[in-house]
């Protein structure tokens, strides 16, 4: 099984609501990354996690909020988003080695977030 | 800024051309990959190749590293409509496991 899934593939939320984007992996990466992208932008690093730690935040504002429940699961929790906010999210994850990322990250299909 | 910069940032070839793009980046690599997506999908990655490598092949494929000039090329054989996607480098720093992506470029293959 190489393949990262992500929920839901499709999101519409007002600015006060509170949702949550879940990524799954069974390949047992011990590396997850959540990644922005905007319209005809490359991908923007937003979070990284190693063996289920926070390692690298792209100061990203705290109304994005990551959470790796165990060694397959990543969710990224929303509240009080912003129309800007609106993108493709990816999660991806990858193998690691001494703390190295030495082979190619798999991706998920994304979450196409729309705040109105 | 980012830590890649490709160019083109858009290519436009006929079926059974060779596309060829290119990545810059800044600072000192572990490895440089390239990666394919499709209308704003998922990232597919096509070829990683590490900090003291110079060439790399995987069928239509060809990638090279300047380590020197902190550049690398993505060479696309025989296209194919197929082909027609946006395509990206993205870098790995010396140390950790950050994954950086470049600007991109997006083919266009025409039949």
């Known amino acids: 099984d190489t393949e990262v899934t992500q929920t839901p593939k499709h999101l519409v939320m007002g600015m006060t609501n509170k949702k949550s984007l879940k990524c799954e992996q069974h390949m047992g990466h011990r590396a997850m990354y959540w990644y922005k992208q905007k319209a005809k932008k490359p991908p923007e690093l937003m979070f990284v996690y190693s063996y289920e730690k926070l390692s690298i935040n792209e100061s990203v504002p705290s109304r994005f909020s990551p959470e790796c429940p165990n060694s397959s699961l990543l969710n990224l929790h929303l509240h009080a988003l912003q129309p800007e906010d609106s993108a493709l999210y990816l999660c991806?994850?990858?193998?690691?080695?001494?703390?190295?990322?030495?082979?190619?990250?798999?991706f998920g299909q994304g979450t196409r977030l729309t705040v109105v | 800024s980012q830590q890649g910069e490709e160019d083109p940032q858009a290519l436009s070839i006929q079926e059974g051309e060779n596309a060829t793009m290119n990545c810059s980046y800044k600072t000192s690599i572990n490895n440089l990959q390239w990666y394919r997506q499709n209308s704003g999908r998922g990232l597919v990655h096509l070829i990683l190749?590490?900090?003291?490598?110079r060439e790399k092949h995987s069928g239509r494929l060809r990638v090279t590293l300047d380590t020197s000039k902190k550049s690398s090329s993505l060479l696309i054989t025989a296209s194919r409509a197929a082909d027609t996607a946006s395509y990206f480098c993205?870098?790995?720093?010396?140390?950790?496991?950050?994954?950086?992506f470049g600007g991109g470029t997006r083919v266009l293959v025409k039949p």
């Open positions: 991806a994850s990858s193998q690691v080695h001494h703390g190295l990322l030495n082979t190619e990250a798999f």
């Open positions: 993205a870098t790995n720093k010396a140390a950790g496991n950050k994954l950086t």
């Open positions: 190749i590490r900090s003291n490598e």
